[in-house]
């Protein structure tokens, strides 16, 4: 099992920065892709970022392309989402998720999420 426990979530105006952080704990060993997703009222849960567990490749969601970056800290198995030039279209829930080395593509640990506002 894989514990993941975001926090760093708020209100900010149009064109601010934010940085979510994502703590990860227990069997981390075995964790493949640590990503970001994001869900706003109404809609689907969107792909927005990840990387792999050794840091080595890193993917992004062309919506977010140029202002979001995401890194891991080796030292506390934290991921972080740097976001800046936030735009209202980028308000949602926004969750971590990891995949393990034997089924990289499908996320089957979750943290609970952390909202984030854009205000116009």
């Known amino acids: 099992q894989v514990q993941l426990v975001e926090s760093g979530g708020g209100l900010v105006q149009a064109g601010g920065s934010l940085r979510l952080s994502c703590a990860a704990s227990?069997?981390?060993?075995?964790?493949?892709?640590l990503g970001w997703f994001r869900q706003a009222p109404g809609k689907e849960r969107d792909f927005v970022a990840r990387?792999?567990?050794?840091?080595?490749?890193?993917d992004y969601a062309d919506s977010v392309k140029g202002r979001f970056t995401i890194s891991r800290e080796t030292a506390n198995n934290t991921v972080y989402l740097q976001m800046n030039s936030l735009k209202p279209e980028d308000t949602a829930v926004y969750y971590c998720?990891?995949?393990?080395?034997?089924?990289?593509?499908?996320?089957?640990?979750w943290g609970r999420g952390t909202q984030v506002n854009v205000s116009s």
């Open positions: 227990g069997r981390t060993y075995n964790t493949y892709w």
């Open positions: 990387i792999t567990w050794d840091t080595r490749t890193a």
């Open positions: 998720a990891a995949s393990s080395v034997l089924r990289p593509n499908m996320y089957a640990y």
